[in-house]
């Protein structure tokens, strides 16, 4: 069983700030960390390797200091990474991301199932997974807070529902995106480390991939960001209190007040 | 300070780290309140292969010396001294195979301790045979090519838990020191059983218990070394395990000064964090340089130890001696700038202080340990002349 885990290296959560001048996120400074989600993901590909046997393989699109979130992938038992990082990619939404991994993902070549977190916490879209999906013409079930079985060409898993779950089986190969729900990741181990702090990190480029131009980065990207802000803080509410008869009077006073009622 | 470390000890200490921030630290009250094992909390250790650090890689561990050790226990100990025990008193417990053990004893037990799927203890200490180990009357009488064990061993860290223990016993009670004999036990051996589990004032969630052998029959292939070198076997083992017990120590320090110098920039007194008041601040510069101190003298003993040098008996002994002490003062202090809420078991210094109270008593209490350095000097002066 091939599996390639998509990650992407995002600003650790406590830490983000949004720069009033440019109102975009302040990456310097900022620790970086493996999206939390896509750690779900790594640890479910690991779990499945050491149950039925395989390889796990590390894909991320980034920058070259994205490497350090793919070795700690394989600190805790991933076998081998793979970046795809060009300044043709810079300035990718969703779609070019999408279509940038899928090319990552053919030249891979051999693989029967794709795992990738439910989201990323800085962009939170969750559209990049189904959209590998949809690039490399594979099913897939997002939300998958379990897999029930898994053999060769076979997945039956659960995906999570706001009320219950959804069993659903699939033919291999396909893609899975999971949630939190689905296992609770391993630390690294310390002959995991130092194996990562060996391993190789092959680095694919645009022309690698032979990928589209007009396909990747910001030209390959249908979505155009018009601007960003943060929203004003709420203002806190009107608290009205008292005996609960003396509670109604002042509502309603305050609400003919304001002429809604 | 720069102790110049190699990477794979920064990793060694990045990891620890990690294992007692994400996963000891939610659980250390509970384990305190309950004195339950911390048998989740060792398998997370065990995946993490902090058990083979020490042990060599033909037997299944990391290939590294003491100093790994000690840099492991020390930030474990730092968010919990009594879940990082689990790691060192195993290797107390193992020490004993790793310098006397013949290959074959080697190969049959290193192997599951590194690996962390099974845990070692060791016992020494009796009832009426602590300081003064020549009182041991625990027997081991020959009988073939076996020996009937018989006897309690007392305070056996790890014990019940452990699945591996090396004992001291006396073969030849006329001989005194010189009669004594280790041997490697087994849990399940018939004759093999434990005693009551002790209700301790801190390292709770280690487990503390006596080592009953009824006519426990043992194979004479279990001795470690030969018959009658047991005190020698016990008196090596604790020159090794003693920068174990005073990394114990040394991190209890550490977390006692880092959660007392958080609080004292939060606390705000007279309209200021209290920090800002001398005779706070001066504590705490305290505590800081004694920590630093015992810190380079644990280290440099670890040091000398994996260097090889015969000798480390005095180093060894002040190492503990001091950083144990340090230990007890520092978390005293912890307690003093917490100031009331110190005194709570809802904020997490008192538990340090009682968990310090140890390191100054068991393996050797610092009154035998400056015994010890007493005799090394003494020796030195002689050899002089």
């Known amino acids: 069983m091939n599996i390639v885990v998509c990650i992407k290296q995002v600003p650790g959560t406590t830490d983000v700030k949004i720069s009033e001048k440019t109102n975009t996120l302040v990456r310097e400074g900022v620790e970086s960390i493996i999206n939390p989600f896509d750690v779900y993901a790594i640890e479910e590909a690991i779990r499945i390797k050491e149950k039925v046997g395989g390889k796990v393989t590390i894909l991320s699109m980034g920058p070259p200091q994205a490497k350090e979130a793919i070795k700690e992938a394989i600190a805790m038992g991933a076998d081998e990474g793979i970046l795809l990082s060009d300044r043709a990619f810079a300035g990718s939404d969703t779609w070019a991301t999408g279509y940038t991994l899928s090319m990552g993902i053919k030249k891979i070549s051999s693989f029967d199932l794709i795992i990738c977190g439910k989201q990323a916490i800085d962009g939170d879209t969750a559209q990049v997974g189904p959209g590998v999906a949809e690039a490399l013409g594979l099913p897939f079930v997002a939300y998958v807070r379990k897999v029930e079985e898994i053999k060769e060409g076979y997945i039956r898993c659960e995906r999570m529902m706001e009320e219950g779950y959804e069993v659903i089986e699939m033919s291999l190969p396909a893609l899975i995106t999971v949630v939190k729900e689905i296992n609770e990741p391993r630390l690294p181990s310390l002959k995991g480390m130092m194996r990562a702090k060996k391993a190789e990190i092959a680095t694919w480029t645009a022309q690698d991939l032979s990928a589209e131009p007009a396909n990747i980065g910001l030209t390959g990207s249908p979505t155009q960001v018009v601007k960003i802000f943060s929203p004003p803080a709420r203002p806190g509410g009107e608290m009205i209190l008292g005996e609960i008869g003396e509670q109604a009077e002042k509502l309603v006073a305050r609400l003919r007040e304001l002429k809604i009622v | ?385």
């Open chain 2, 1 to 385: 300070m720069e102790y110049f470390l190699t990477d794979e000890q920064k990793m060694i200490i990045e990891l620890a780290h990690k294992i007692a921030v994400e996963k000891i630290a939610p659980v250390t009250e509970k384990y305190d309140e309950s004195g339950e094992f911390p048998w989740d909390i060792v398998k997370v250790m065990s995946d993490a292969d902090l058990f083979g650090l020490y042990i060599p890689e033909a037997y299944g561990g990391m290939g590294g010396g003491v100093m790994e050790l000690v840099i492991a226990v020390e930030e474990l100990s730092r968010i919990c001294g009594g879940i990082s025990l689990s790691l060192a008193a195993t290797a107390l417990g193992t020490f004993p195979i790793l310098l006397f053990g013949t290959e074959e004893q080697k190969k049959k037990y290193l192997p599951p301790l590194a690996k962390g799927t099974k845990l070692a203890a060791f016992g020494l200490t009796e009832a009426n045979a602590g300081s003064d180990a020549s009182g041991i009357e625990t027997t081991a009488k020959k009988d073939g090519d076996y020996y009937i064990l018989n006897g309690t061993k007392q305070w056996i860290t790890n014990g019940g838990e452990a699945d591996t223990y090396t004992i001291i016993a006396m073969t030849d009670k006329k001989k005194g020191a010189r009669g004594a004999t280790a041997f490697i036990l087994e849990k399940g051996m018939p004759g093999f059983s434990f005693g009551k589990k002790e209700n301790k004032m801190g390292i709770r969630a280690s487990a503390t218990r006596e080592l009953v052998f009824s006519d426990c029959k043992v194979h004479k292939n279990q001795i470690l070394g030969r018959e009658g070198m047991g005190f020698i076997v016990a008196m090596k083992t604790l020159d090794q395990s003693r920068p174990g017990v005073a990394a114990q120590a040394l991190g209890i320090a550490q977390g006692a000064f880092d959660k007392a110098i958080e609080y004292a920039r939060q606390r705000v007194q007279f309209g200021k964090p209290i920090i800002s008041f001398q005779a706070v601040s001066h504590m705490l510069a305290d505590m800081a340089t004694q920590t630093e101190a015992a810190r380079a003298l644990v280290y440099e003993c670890s040091r000398l130890i994996d260097s090889g040098a015969k000798d480390v008996s005095k180093l060894s002994a002040m190492a503990k001696v001091f950083a144990s002490d340090v230990a007890m003062k520092v978390t005293i202090d912890a307690v003093q700038v917490f100031g009331g809420y110190g005194y709570m078991k809802e904020y997490p210094v008192e538990k340090m202080m009682r968990d310090a109270k140890i390191t100054q008593i068991y393996e050797g209490t610092n009154q035998i340990q400056r015994n010890v350095i007493a005799q090394e000097l003494i020796k030195e002066q002689a050899s002089k002349k």
